[in-house]
């Protein structure tokens, strides 16, 4: 081999080899508390270059949030090579912390809270909220239903199921579009619905209907009533400049739209789209009359919680750090769910109004469905405090999956492989088990 070349592969081994690492962790795995008890942080550094057989030292940036943006604690501090503690406190309310610390050219996260079982909504629930809801659910229902199904051919490994193309009238510019697929000779009364919802955006891959989602939905369990219904009423299939246009035209900032007016509010018609979906679902000759499976993350998964809020008849919702729950968390020192419309606009009295009609926080109330629900504790778009706000008050104690070192998108590196076998497989299991 030639000298520079194996001074090059040397000096690569030799960054690699001392490259620093940090990894933090907690006394308490599940990364749940109560009052009073002690929230102990371990951080485990390794700066792998040469001591002389000495202990070495370390700088590290340590960095502590409460409720995701009050700045508890900034300091760096030295620390020894291998398992250190590095912060160590106990909180007497409910509420969550954000632990960061850095060490060279590594960081790390992890996420921990207290007391969620005793979070409860930052916005009072409106005195008319059941009477405004209860009006509009039968303006929607009072709609003709007036579908088009148009057929979908499939490939021959799909034999054995029928898919569509479908359009529902809702109210709002757009209709409910969706695809739907199910097994072609179903008996009458023989299978569950399962209604799956989208992430936020519009042009994104994430936020429209799939077909191969809607097949492997199907396919689940004994069979399924499958309906991929994206948010927006969007045509299926299109070109990539129908949905850009969209996201730069008519839904740019679609979470904004309305907000001072909870007769104008965007989620207002998105929530009927759903709703009219569920109508349609359950007049199909195939559905058994009583199992209804919402499933969703991010907006989907707060879209699903507002379906098990909004629809006695959903029994089970299936949601990954859910979006649209406890909107009003600022009036209650804690950061809001996405889209924080009260976050950002603490100081216009009509958003502030407006906001909790839409708040899953609110439309859970009483909920009998069985919650499944997934909630990053490092979270800063669907904060873990906004969504135990919302699930606490189901009528059911939900079943939830605490993820300490889960931001809002999907864990990485070795935090994946562990998340994939535990937490994922867990909420499949749940969903494969409830379809039989």
């Avoid at 690699?16 to 990364?31: H, K, P, R, Y």
């Avoid at 370390?58 to 502590?64: H, I």
């Avoid at 699930?391 to 939900?398: L, T, Y």
């Amino acid at each position: 081999m030639k000298p520079i070349l194996s001074f090059l592969i040397a000096s690569l081994a030799a960054s690699i080899a001392f490259a620093d690492t940090i990894s933090l962790s907690l006394n308490n795995d599940s990364g749940v508390y109560q009052k009073g008890e002690t929230i102990i942080v371990t951080a485990n550094s390794v700066t792998n270059a040469p001591t002389d057989g000495k202990k070495s030292t370390t700088l590290l940036s340590l960095k502590v949030l409460k409720n995701n943006d009050e700045v508890l604690l900034e300091k760096e501090l030295t620390v020894l090579d291998n398992e250190n503690i590095i912060y160590e406190t106990t909180l007497d309310e409910p509420s969550s912390l954000i632990i960061e610390a850095t060490f060279g050219d590594a960081k790390d996260t992890i996420g921990a809270i207290v007391a969620p079982d005793q979070l409860q909504p930052g916005s009072p629930r409106p005195h008319d909220f059941d009477t405004f809801w209860k009006a509009k659910k039968q303006a929607i229902a009072a709609l003709p239903l007036e579908v088009d199904l148009q057929p979908i051919d499939l490939e021959a490994s799909d034999a054995g199921y029928a898919a569509f193309d479908v359009e529902i009238n809702a109210p709002g510019p757009r209709p409910a579009r969706a695809i739907f697929v199910k097994p072609a000779n179903a008996v009458p009364k023989s299978l569950p619905i399962v209604l799956n919802l989208h992430a936020a955006g519009v042009k994104g891959d994430w936020c429209r209907a799939h077909l191969w989602e809607a097949v492997a939905n199907a396919k689940k369990g004994n069979g399924a009533l499958s309906f991929d219904l994206n948010a927006h009423g969007m045509l299926n299939h299109e070109d990539e400049t129908y949905y850009e246009e969209l996201e730069n035209g008519p839904l740019k900032n679609y979470w904004d739209h309305g907000n001072t007016s909870r007769e104008d509010y965007y989620f207002l018609n998105m929530y009927a789209r759903m709703l009219r979906s569920i109508e349609f679902l359950t007049q199909q000759p195939e559905w058994d009359g009583q199992r209804i499976l919402v499933i969703g993350e991010s907006q989907g998964g707060g879209q699903a919680l507002a379906a098990a809020g909004l629809d006695p008849r959903v029994t089970a919702a299936v949601v990954t750090v859910p979006a649209m729950c406890d909107f009003g968390g600022p009036l209650a020192n804690r950061k809001g769910g996405w889209p924080q419309p009260i976050d950002w606009n603490r100081d216009n009295p009509k958003v502030v109004e407006t906001a909790p009609y839409f708040d899953a926080a609110h439309l859970l109330a009483g909920s009998q469905a069985t919650i499944v629900v997934e909630i990053g504790l490092i979270d800063e778009t669907c904060p873990s405090t906004s969504i135990y706000a919302a699930v606490n008050q189901a009528a059911k104690d939900a079943i939830i999956y605490p993820v300490t070192y889960r931001t809002h998108g999907w864990p990485e590196g070795d935090d994946l492989a562990e998340w994939e076998t535990s937490v994922r497989s867990a909420k499949n299991t749940f969903i494969d088990d409830y379809l039989k």
